[in-house]
C-alpha cells in the first residue's frame, strides 16, 4: 500500500509549498509567475510616482517640494537597491518570456513523441536548461551593471 504511486503523490499544499520537490523548470515557472507579480507593482508604483510629481490627477504641475520628496525616498540606498532588483527581474522576465514564446512556438522543442502508459513527464531538454541558466546569468549581469551605475 505504501508504494502506491496514488497514495505517495497525495501531499495536498505541503507539496505545493515544498521547495525540496522543485526542479529548475518549476523554478523558472515560479520566479516568471512572481517576477511578472512584480514588474506589476513596480510600474504601478512608478505610475503613481510621477504622478505625484506632476501634482496628481489634476496636474497642477511640479514643485520644488514635490521633487525633493522624491529624491529623498529614490536617491538613497535603498531606493538603488530597488532600481538595482528592478533591473535584475526585468531582465530574466524579458529573458525567460522569449525562451516561453520559442517553446510556445516549438522552435526549441522536437517533435512529441507518443504517450505510453505510465506516463512519465520528461525534463526540459538540454537547450531550454541552457535558456534558462542564460536568463539567471544575463540577470547577474544586468544587477552588476545598475550596481555599477548607481553606486559607482
Same mark, same amino acid.
Given at each position: ?11 495536498? $499544499? ?32 512608478? $505610475? ?62 522536437? %517533435? ?9 513527464? %520528461? ?16 540577470? $547577474? ?12
Amino acid at each position: 500500500m505504501e508504494s502506491d504511486p496514488r497514495v505517495l503523490n497525495r501531499r495536498g $499544499i505541503r507539496g505545493w509549498l515544498n521547495p525540496y520537490h522543485y526542479n529548475l523548470e518549476r523554478w523558472a515557472y515560479v520566479f516568471q509567475r512572481l517576477t511578472g507579480v512584480l514588474i506589476l507593482l513596480y510600474v504601478l508604483g512608478h $505610475i503613481g510616482d510621477t504622478s505625484f510629481f506632476v501634482g496628481g490627477p489634476l496636474g497642477t504641475g511640479p514643485s520644488q517640494s514635490s521633487w525633493a520628496l522624491d529624491l529623498s525616498v529614490t536617491e538613497n540606498v535603498v531606493g538603488h537597491l530597488v532600481l538595482v532588483l528592478a533591473v535584475t527581474i526585468v531582465v530574466f522576465h524579458g529573458f525567460n518570456g522569449i525562451r516561453l514564446i520559442l517553446a510556445e512556438y516549438g522552435i526549441i522543442f522536437q %517533435k512529441p513523441s507518443r504517450i505510453e502508459y505510465p506516463y512519465r513527464a %520528461k525534463g526540459l531538454r538540454a537547450m531550454q536548461q541552457h535558456l534558462i541558466w542564460a536568463a539567471i546569468v544575463l540577470a $547577474i549581469v544586468a544587477a552588476l551593471w545598475a550596481g555599477s551605475i548607481l553606486f559607482g
